[in-house]
């Protein structure tokens, strides 16, 4: 019997380069980061060279003394290729190629990866080529060399190096044709949203840095079922589910991509209809991971992407997830949001407060009616039961005598004639 022979992946092992080029700005936590993102895409970091330089080079990104010495610790290692700390110029990719002799990758190209392999509905699969053929296009000669060097890894993903073996004009056809279907996916989307808002119900948006545990959340408090992992990105489509309070109330809860210091332009602009989910909601769900060190950063990383998205005049729920990590007290504060709970997706702990919290903005948005209605109207009834938070109704001899609250929008048509 012949012997099968398991043919497995070599994971890619490489070095993560970085610029520090303002004080203060920490190359090491931003490379921390960077290494994690390698293991969620597959790869292995070996090594890190960061140099410190008063603004990155325009030509190699390094300076050629350091080029020099990573070339050396790319043997000494024996690395399959680096990784940039940022988004590299054509210019840049193509140079460092030449003078390293080695597979280059940047930030935003093992973003993307991990995201081609993350995506699994045809939006996402949509908005994932695109931002990678963007990207690509304009990179298209220094991305030749690095797959001929290396078949398959990281930054290979997605549309496939076929696809990028095609001419420019090719691509931006691919381009503009994966923009048309996006805008008809981005209709339905619309229509799905214009449903919603008929139905009178308040929308909450889950926002945070990736990992905080949104889908966690969102699976806790409305048994949604989809994925969460301890791994960057773990989700990538978002999920919009029913959620009724103990009081009765419901609401839309919906969940969205993680954000992350650096996120690729190209991402921003191919999800933008994806992100914009927390533009058209009434409260924005703010999850932090309180056990990072880099909460602060992670907090303010957030907040600026909801800023380039439009995204304002909300009522803002902080919660600090992952209490449970925590070891002794910690005094944890965000002043941008109106609520601040501390909670553990994972344990419960703190839930119910959002529950209540939840409930009382809610109420807040809906107008007090207390109206006998005449036996003949009872139907009217039904409307407050849907749309609204029906508090008690006495049958009398003259009628119904109700006590509700109701959204404004629905007032006038719920009052007895």
């Known amino acids: 019997m012949a012997e099968l022979i398991e043919i497995k ?26 290494e994690e993102l390698v293991k969620t895409a597959g790869g292995m970091a070996v090594g890190r060279v960061i140099q410190n330089r008063e603004s990155i080079h325009p030509g190699t990104y390094l300076g050629k003394g350091k080029i020099q010495e990573l070339k050396e610790l790319l043997w000494e290692l024996d690395a399959t290729g680096i990784v940039c700390d940022d988004e590299l110029s054509p210019a840049q990719l193509r140079n460092l190629e030449d003078a390293l002799e080695t597979k280059v990758m940047d930030r935003t190209m093992v973003i993307l990866d991990i995201f081609a392999s993350r995506a699994t509905t045809r939006e996402g699969k949509l908005q994932v080529e695109l931002a990678q053929l963007k990207y690509r296009a304009v990179r298209l000669v220094g991305l030749r060399n690095s797959l001929s060097r290396l078949g398959g890894g990281i930054g290979t993903r997605g549309p496939g190096e ?19 279907e996006l805008e008809e996916v981005q209709r339905h989307r619309e229509v799905s949203r214009q449903q919603r808002e ?4 308040l929308r909450a948006a889950i926002v945070g840095y990736t990992n905080a545990g949104k889908s966690t959340l969102l699976n806790r408090l409305t048994n949604a079922g989809i994925l969460a992992e301890d791994k960057l990105f773990a989700t990538l489509d978002p999920t ?34 994806t992100l914009e989910e927390a533009k058209y909601c009434d409260i924005i769900l703010h999850v932090v991971d309180c056990s990072n060190p880099r909460m602060d950063v992670q907090m303010y990383v957030v907040y600026d992407t909801l800023k380039e998205l439009g995204v304002q005049d909300k009522e ?9 990590r925590l070891e002794g007290e910690a005094v944890l504060r965000d002043f941008h949001s109106d609520y601040q709970l501390k909670v553990s997706a994972k344990t419960g702990q703190g839930l119910d407060q959002l529950m209540n919290v939840l409930g009382n903005i809610l109420r807040s948005r809906k107008v007090y009616l207390e109206r006998t209605y005449p036996y003949a109207q009872a139907g009217k009834l039904q409307l407050i039961r849907k749309y609204g938070e029906l508090l008690s109704e006495e049958y009398g001899d003259e009628g119904i005598a109700v006590k509700a609250y109701v959204p404004a929008e629905v007032y006038a048509s719920v009052l007895p004639s």
């Open 9 to 34: 992946e070599v994971e890619e092992r490489v070095i993560l380069v970085a610029v520090s080029v303002a004080d203060g700005e920490d190359a090491e936590t931003s490379l921390d980061e960077l």
């Open 162 to 180: 076929s696809k990028l073996e095609i001419d420019r004009r090719r691509i931006h056809d691919r381009i503009s044709q994966l923009k048309s």
């Open 198 to 201: 008929r139905s009178h119900m």
């Open 240 to 273: 919009t589910r029913n959620l009724r309070l103990p009081d009765g109330q419901e609401l839309l809860l919906t969940d969205t991509v993680g954000f992350i210091r650096k996120l690729p332009h190209h991402l921003i602009e191919a999800f933008k209809s």
């Open 316 to 324: 803002f729920i902080t919660l600090f997830n992952k209490i449970d």
